[in-house]
């Protein structure tokens, strides 16, 4: 059987690096590209983070791509600490890759290149700000088309943020570009929200076993959250994305509306607008996860770290 052909778009913190992972343990699926964007920390601390993930599971060969450094409107955005200063809980090794692994081509042309390349073929999942995919569609528009499916992890359902009172972290971080894509991307979308992945949560006794398996894979995954805040619950949030985009079966229950971005409101601005009663009549629709196959999840994210 064809292996699931992989593009990946990342901010490359912490959970980033969970579903890069995943993505890498899974027999089923071929990452092709991974292609880097502001957020979770600068964009060329994502590069040298996604490489550091790609150096610790044997496999270089993969070509990582740098992209956008800011917002589509160059707003300022602060550093962002949750998962410390360089994305992975500032836990550095001096023998990890450095950017002259780079590829040359930047990361909207890659990803033109490489979905036209494998027209119809290509599940992308984007991790991040959605900064990149939103320059790739305007340069060329047709690019929604030629994809198999997009997996997002971002939006909220509900009107609650994590970032504001009413914006998840990514969509906030780069608004306009997740209207674009929200609007253009008109090929099968689903959409791994805020609410959802903390519905679908893990315990932290999960983690701690998770953590502790006597592997390089996971003393790196150990080391790179030592400094987590302790909860009640572990959440992995880019993985459920990742999950839906190799094993269809792995969501169980969508919700399937028209969805926006609130680009204008004093509070809301970043929000994502569901359109569940079909107001506007948009013919694009998207699945927005609703619940999880907890077992087979934990099973994938167990075993990208053997």
């Known amino acids: 059987m064809a292996k699931k052909l992989l593009l990946v778009d990342v901010d490359c913190g912490v959970d980033d690096a969970q579903a890069m992972m995943m993505a890498l343990a899974a027999p089923e699926a071929e990452v092709l590209g991974i292609t880097c964007c502001f957020g979770n920390t600068t964009v060329d601390h994502v590069c040298k983070n996604v490489l550091r993930v790609l150096q610790v599971c044997n496999r270089m060969e993969i070509p990582v791509f740098r992209g956008a450094s ?13 998962f410390g200063g360089d994305g992975l809980g500032d836990a550095e090794d001096p023998t990890s890759p ?5 590829q040359k081509e930047d990361a909207v042309h890659a990803l033109i290149r490489i979905v036209n390349q494998y027209e119809g073929q290509i599940n992308l999942v984007a991790l991040g700000p959605l900064t990149n995919l939103a320059l790739a569609v305007k340069i060329d528009p047709s690019l929604p088309k030629k994809l198999n499916k997009l997996c997002i ?10 970032r504001t009172a009413c914006a998840e972290f990514n969509f906030y971080l780069d608004p306009e570009a997740a209207y674009i894509v929200t609007n253009e991307f008109t090929c099968p979308t689903f959409i791994a929200a805020l609410e959802f992945t903390q519905e679908n949560c893990l315990t932290t006794e999960y983690f701690r076993n998770w953590v502790n398996q006597d592997t390089e894979k996971a003393r790196f995954m150990k080391k790179i959250t030592a400094k987590w805040p302790q909860k009640q619950f572990f959440v992995s949030y880019d993985s459920y994305a990742m999950a839906a985009a190799i094993e269809e ?7 399937k509306c028209a969805v926006s971005v609130e680009l204008h409101g004093r509070y809301a601005r970043g929000m994502l607008v569901l359109d569940t009663e079909d107001k506007w009549k948009k013919e694009h629709k998207v699945f927005l996860m609703k619940k999880c196959n907890l ?12």
Not at 70 to 82: C, I, K, M, R, Y
Not at 98 to 102: A, C, I, Q, S, T
């Open 70 to 82: 800011n917002s589509l409107l160059a707003e300022v955005n602060p550093q962002f600490t949750h």
């Open 98 to 102: 450095g950017l002259e692994h780079l």
């Open 153 to 162: 992890m971002g939006g909220n359902m509900e009107g609650r943020g994590n």
């Open 249 to 255: 079966n792995i969501i169980t229950e969508y919700v």
């Open 295 to 306: 077992d087979r999840f934990k099973e994938r994210l167990w075993n990208s770290l053997l």
